[in-house]
């Protein structure tokens, strides 16, 4: 449970909408908002919990639990986070373009988002060594790993009546990290004594720790469209995107590339990787090996993403309503996500629902809310990953908690 706690304060400490269905269709008008919106989830298809806790938060992994996360490892294997909180105001006084029904709004937020897409052996190697590897070739080829760290500031403006709404945002990028193994092999002798590498690929660093290295401009939309339902009913469909747009790096980064064959001879693996072995000798191997190293100044995809679903409508008195919906990143690391569940209203004023998600960095995930509404303010707060906190052997832990303040 020390995960949970951890994950908690670490959202309240910032309070990014990324959850599923959180957002609900509601046509109140209002003259002012202030909300917070804030998320923490992290996912892996095949490691489980009990791997990741200790290896986070202290502790020893013995062979039990590392076994049972070997054991659901497949060719391909997905691991990520996806962390942030966004503050915003929206202000439905002041009007924009001389048209009535828009308000403007102002936001201001933190995005972490960053995974790796990987394969058996990989997890292998890291957790177990080469032993079982002998006379046999490791294959780590496919792996993909990126990482962002951006601030941003938002300004936009929204229908009144239904919500929608178009955000224009500058952001900040404060780390990025991107590593792809097109090729990765090493094969190992009977005798232990000789290793072949064989490697294309490349990685991209940064070199300071600079809190401003990149710049970026993106776009939010928040498109909520009526539509007719099952026996004449009303419904909302929304069309969704966060962080779309793209970044530059100004900082120059190092890329190292390689593409080349390498032979150790009398070398067991273990010996390249001592303290005082071939990888950590006090000269440069690079050209050794055959790696390029030069400083780049590049142009990427924000870690935004586009989503089709269908709403809550939070006015509606009927007791139970469906959602469903699909959400798509721009990565390898983050598979197509789908997601469904129902929402049970108690009252005007509470409503809870249960979900099932399949897809993102992990697989089949249960979840659970709930949503409080009053006149002048809201609370909301669950997981997507329900399931997480219970289980060491689950994969992955999710936390959500929303506010909004109306007056």
């Known amino acids: ?110 995005n972490y988002f960053g995974g790796a897409l990987y394969g058996r052996d990989a997890f292998d190697l890291l957790f177990f060594g080469n032993q079982s590897y ?24 929204y229908d009144i009546k239904s919500k929608s709404s178009v955000r224009f945002n500058v952001y900040n990028i404060s780390s990025r990290i991107d590593a792809d193994f097109r090729d990765f092999e090493i094969l190992q002798s009977a005798d232990g004594q000789e290793l072949t590498l064989m490697m294309d690929g490349d990685v991209t660093v940064g070199q300071s720790a600079s809190f401003n290295q990149g710049v970026g401009f993106g776009i939010d939309f928040d498109f909520r469209i009526p539509i007719s339902w099952v026996k004449g009913d009303n419904a909302y469909l929304q069309f969704k995107s966060q962080n779309l747009g793209f970044a530059y790096m100004y900082e120059a980064q190092k890329k190292y590339s390689f593409d080349t064959t390498i032979v150790f001879d009398g070398f067991r693996f273990e010996q390249l990787l001592a303290d005082n072995g071939y990888f950590n000798d006090s000269i440069s191997i690079l050209d050794t090996l055959g790696i390029r190293s030069q400083d780049v100044n590049s142009v990427f995809l924000l870690p935004g993403f586009i989503q089709v679903s269908k709403m809550v409508d939070n006015q509606s008195e009927k007791q139970l309503q469906s959602f469903f919906g699909l959400r798509v990143y721009p990565t390898l690391i983050f598979s197509p996500l789908g997601f469904a569940g129902a929402d049970y209203r108690f009252n005007e004023h509470i409503h809870a629902g249960a979900s099932v998600t399949f897809g993102g960095f992990s697989g089949l995930r249960f979840g659970a809310y709930g949503q409080f509404n009053w006149d002048k303010f809201g609370l909301g707060i669950g997981s997507d990953n329900f399931s997480g906190f219970m289980r060491s052997g689950g994969n992955g832990t999710s936390m959500y908690v929303n506010a909004v303040c109306r007056f």
């Open 1 to 110: 449970m020390r995960i949970v706690a951890v994950l908690f304060f670490g959202l309240l400490s910032f309070g990014a909408s990324a959850q599923m269905y959180m957002d609900q269709s509601d046509t109140t008008s209002f003259g002012s908002e202030v909300g917070v919106k804030s998320l923490g989830d992290y996912g892996a298809s095949a490691v489980q919990n009990g791997v990741t806790n200790k290896m986070f938060l202290g502790g020893f992994i013995d062979s039990t639990l590392k076994n049972n996360s070997l054991s659901r490892h497949s060719a391909v294997n997905r691991i990520g986070i996806n962390s942030g909180g966004e503050v915003y105001y929206r202000n439905s006084n002041k009007k924009l373009f001389k048209k009535k029904n828009w308000g403007y709004e102002i936001s201001a937020g933190v």
């Open 134 to 157: 002998i006379g046999d070739t490791m294959f780590l080829s496919g792996m993909d790993a990126n990482f962002t760290a951006m601030q941003k500031v938002g300004f936009g403006f």
